[in-house]
């Protein structure tokens, strides 16, 4: 057998999802108030660089809509911004801690804790659909800690939809989500917030598509051969930078 073909049939039994680098983001700083009513007109936001596009690791068929998401912080808070292309914009859920997940959705997945730490792949999730109802949750492997976290609060949201919820007869723009979560969420977990400059955070952006044209996007891919976004292993680098946009 010719060593061309023996490298052929190797990589047939290679796992159908293979890990590619992860992708790393820099957080800036934010130098004015924020108001979370889903209008990114700070300035910060307005300079903020965007994260690299998302891509759809377990895509079957349908349109390949694109989101854009920016992460920013301050003394207290970070903040995350989504804009969505939607041409169907779907949502059943109106209340917190339901299956938002099957509403046209926007979810930060964050492992807080220190990357050199016992704690390195426990992460919380905030699953926040267009609506503006979310899901919020612990997973703690090193703590045996795995929960529904209903007495969350301090997040703030704030979203536009640009087209009409639940009518698929028209053709939608898309719809954006920005929110905010306190640093007092990861006290927790072993490290300090607010950040130093240079700290590191590991963050999976993910989308999921609603009801109609549900696609599964993630700006870090999970390594997995179905559509999974809890894959803490998967998460991109982010690093903290106390650069302030004003």
Known sequence: MKFSTCVFLALLLLPAAVSADVPEYTAKKTGSS??????????????????????????????????????????????????????????????HHTAVYQDDTCEAFIRPGDPNGPDVLDYMNY??????SYLSEFHCKSRDLNKRWFEVSGIEIGRVITGTVNDDSDTDTGWVLEF?????HFKDFGQSYPPKDGQLIY????????????????????????????????????????????
């Open 180 to 184: 905010s979560i306190p640093f007092w």
């Open 203 to 246: 963050i999976g952006l993910n989308r999921l598509g609603g009801k109609t044209n549900q696609q599964y996007s993630q700006w870090a891919p999970s390594n997995t051969r179905r559509p999974q976004f809890h894959s803490p292993a998967d998460f991109g680098k982010v690093t903290f930078s106390t650069e302030v946009l004003k």
């Open 127 to 132: 699953e926040i659909n267009c609506l503006g």
């Open 34 to 95: 924020m108001a979370m009513d889903g209008i990114l007109d700070e300035p910060a936001w307005q300079k903020a660089e965007s994260v690299s596009a998302f891509v759809f690791p377990w895509y079957k068929e349908g349109e390949k809509e694109q989101t854009e998401a920016k992460i920013l912080w301050d003394d207290t808070r970070i903040y995350f911004a989504f804009k969505c292309d939607d041409k169907h914009v779907w949502a059943d859920h109106y209340t």
